[in-house]
C-alpha cells in the first residue's frame, strides 16, 4: 500500500467487486399439446417423404428415362423459350400501358383500365382459349388480311396470350413503382432544367425498376408454372412432353420428373433474383 494510504484501483476492483455469475438457464418450455401434435405431423410428414423417395428409387426404369429424357429436355427448352419471350416483349407492352394508367387523358386511362383488368380479372386459360379457338373460327377472314399463318399455330398463340397477360401485370407493377418514387425526384429534375422525358427515363424509371424488381421476379415464377397450360393447345413444352410420356407408360413418375424439372427452375431463378437484387440494392445497404 502507498504512504498516502490510499488503495490501488486494481486491488479494489479484485477484492471489493463480486465474481461474475452464470448466466441463468432458459426456463423450461411446458410440454403442449399443440408441441405433441406438431410432432407427430412433422414425423407423418417424413415418413411420407422417405417413403416416397424410397418408391421413386425403387420403381425407377432407365429405359423409360432414357427413352423419354430428350423428350423432356426439348420440352424444358420450348418451356424456356416460351416464357423468355413473352415476359421480354410484356415488358415493353406494358411501358405504355403503365403510362396510359397514370395518364390524365381519359381516353387513354379508360383504354389502359379495360385493358389491364380484363387481363387481370380472367383466367389465362380461357384468354388462351378465346384466342386460339375464338380467332380460329374466323379463318376466311384472317386469311384474307394475311394473318392466318400466325393464328394456326398453337406456340404464337400462347405466346401472344402469355404477351397480354403478363404485360397487364407488369403495367401495374411498374405503375405502383414509378408512383413509389419521392416527388422530389421529380422537382431535382425540373430544378436542373432537364426535360420531362430525360428525367423519366434517365432518374424516374431507373429507381421504379428497383422498387420493381422483387414483384417481376414473382411474375417470372408465376408464368414459369402458368405456362404448363399450353400443352392443352398441343403445344409440347414440358408438361406437353410429360403428358405424351404418360400416354404412352401410363407411369406416375413421368409427372415427378416434371415435377423436379419446374422446381429446379424455380429455385434456380429465385437464386439469381436474390443475387441481383442484391447487386443492384448495394449502395443502399449500411
Not at 417423404?49 to 427448352?77: A, C, N, T
Request: glycine letters at 8%.
Amino acid at each position: 500500500m502507498p504512504a498516502s494510504g490510499v488503495r490501488p484501483v486494481q486491488a479494489f476492483v479484485s477484492a471489493d467487486l463480486l465474481p461474475p455469475l452464470p448466466a441463468p438457464r432458459d426456463a423450461a418450455r411446458p410440454y403442449t399439446l399443440s408441441r405433441l401434435f406438431g410432432r407427430i405431423l412433422l414425423g407423418v410428414w417424413l415418413a411420407v417423404f422417405v417413403g416416397l423417395g424410397m418408391l421413386i428409387v425403387g420403381g425407377f426404369d432407365p429405359e423409360k428415362f432414357q427413352r423419354y429424357g430428350p423428350g423432356y429436355i426439348s420440352g424444358l427448352g420450348v418451356t424456356l423459350g416460351l416464357v423468355s419471350t413473352s415476359i421480354v416483349l410484356g415488358a415493353l407492352l406494358s411501358l405504355p400501358v403503365a403510362l396510359g394508367r397514370m395518364s390524365k387523358n381519359k381516353v387513354a386511362n379508360w383504354i389502359a383500365y379495360v385493358y389491364v383488368y380484363f387481363f387481370r380479372g380472367t383466367p389465362v386459360i380461357m384468354q388462351l382459349f378465346l384466342i386460339y379457338y375464338g380467332l380460329g373460327s374466323f379463318r376466311p377472314q384472317l386469311t384474307e388480311i394475311g394473318l392466318w399463318w400466325f393464328f394456326r399455330e398453337a406456340w404464337y398463340c400462347a405466346l401472344l396470350t402469355f404477351v397480354l397477360n403478363t404485360a397487364a401485370y407488369q403495367a401495374e407493377i411498374l405503375r405502383g413503382a414509378i408512383e413509389s418514387v419521392p416527388r422530389g425526384q421529380h422537382e431535382g429534375a425540373a430544378s436542373l432544367g432537364l426535360s420531362q422525358r430525360i428525367a423519366f427515363f434517365k432518374i424516374i424509371l431507373p429507381q421504379a425498376l428497383i422498387v420493381a424488381l422483387r414483384p417481376y421476379g414473382n411474375e417470372i415464377i408465376l408464368m414459369i408454372k402458368a405456362s404448363a397450360i399450353v400443352a392443352i393447345v398441343t403445344v409440347f413444352d414440358l408438361m406437353g412432353e410429360t403428358r405424351r410420356a404418360f400416354s404412352r407408360t401410363f407411369d406416375y413418375q413421368t409427372y415427378l420428373w416434371a415435377a423436379i424439372f419446374y422446381l429446379i427452375m424455380v429455385e434456380a431463378l429465385r437464386n439469381l433474383w436474390v443475387w441481383l437484387e442484391n447487386r443492384l440494392t448495394r449502395h443502399l445497404k449500411r
